[in-house]
């Protein structure tokens, strides 16, 4: 079966003009990914929420018995990289709810809530640090500092560590294709700062780590799962995240909100402003189990499968203007984290720190100018899309 290329070989800043024509002309498509693989691309909104709750698709790749992952996995996994390819997006239910039960507690509305306030002292800071310039890279000096000192605090990460993990996260994100031994020796780096917090770390404090060493001690997971988890929680929040805030300010700095007198952006604004940038573009790939029919064509058991929450929340099925940012939208029923038992564990977190970025922001730098970003800007992977950097400049005597 022909697989064509998704993308161009280049980055892109607009990937939805390659994907969106698939979801009017061919919903269910069948396209090599980022990387090499082949896959079903699933655009349409019905079909991607859908799909999400079907039992039929698979999201462990140790039970899919064909070649996966060609482009990250042609070669022998190596036991460092455990830490990231094995964990909350590779396994169904009941092994799924088992391990996620075990930190959900601290990603809760209410927690996220809690947090908020740490987040924007952060915030502040970071903007005092950078005023006087006049200028700052909005993603290297603003939000990957404010999510990473968020995220470590609700780990329990110390900061000289969090640090270092942010670092090696970051390089697994930015990994090309076909410079594998650089993920590796990243994903290594995650493995051994792991250990630090959890193997040789204490039960301390009132955080995730503790939440981690008690379920261990309690065999409700094993030491194997424990590092998985918190090196999956750290690593899939930096990109995310650090995603949707850098390009929501490049989505609201025109908008009529950045020029009005409010003096904080709606629950509803916010909601569209994730719903409208899609940080995450896909799914991890999901297999199927057995055959599945979907606009004429099947699905065999075997195949890989993506479903793309950023075409579906951009499906004018389903969405009115889907290409506009409408603060007011509602209803609102994106799926920017996901959809079905795999929803983002942290998406309150995410909600709360995107949020307070952008109010901040806005507050403290009304009269921002941004350099659009190029193509060259951005990465895009299987996943995620994201802006490596955003150049911002102001006149700091105002």
Known sequence: MHAPRLFPEHPVSDPYKY?????????AA??????????????????VRA??????????????????????????????????????LTLDSPDHLRVRGTVAKRFTARQAKGIKDFAADVAHDCISAFHCAGTADLVSQYAEPVL??????????PDEVGSKAAAAAKEIWNCPVGKEKSLWLAAA????LVNEIIVDGEQASDDAASDLI??????????HEARQLFGQLFIAASESTVGSIAKGIIALRDSEYWAS???????????????????VMSSVIRYARESIQLDGKTISPGDSVMLSFGAANRDPSFFSDPDLLLLDRTPNAHMAFGAGSHYCLGAHLARAVVKTSLDVLRQRIPQI??????????????????????????????
């Open 369 to 398: 100018s941004l350099r659009q970003p190029a193509d060259h800007d951005y990465h895009i992977g299987l996943i995620t899309h994201s802006v490596k950097r955003l150049i911002a400049t102001w006149n700091p005597e105002k």
């Open 51 to 88: 799909l999400a709750a079907d039992g039929r698709l698979s999201i462990n790749p140790y039970a899919n018995q064909r070649e996966v992952w060609r482009g990250l996995s042609a070669c022998p996994l190596p036991k460092p990289f455990s830490v990231v390819a094995k964990n909350l």
């Open 19 to 27: 994907i969106l024509p698939l979801q009017e002309n061919d919903p």
């Open 30 to 47: 069948y396209v090599t990914l980022p990387g090499g693989t082949e896959a079903w691309l699933i655009t349409r909104y019905r079909d």
């Open 189 to 192: 780096e995650v493995s051994h």
């Open 261 to 279: 007198d409010a003096e904080a952006l709606t629950a509803q604004g916010s909601e569209e402003v994730l719903r409208f940038t899609s940080q």
């Open 148 to 157: 990473n000192a968020t995220i470590c605090k609700i780990l329990g990460i």
């Open 214 to 223: 008690k379920s261990i001690s309690a065999g409700i997971i094993d030491l």
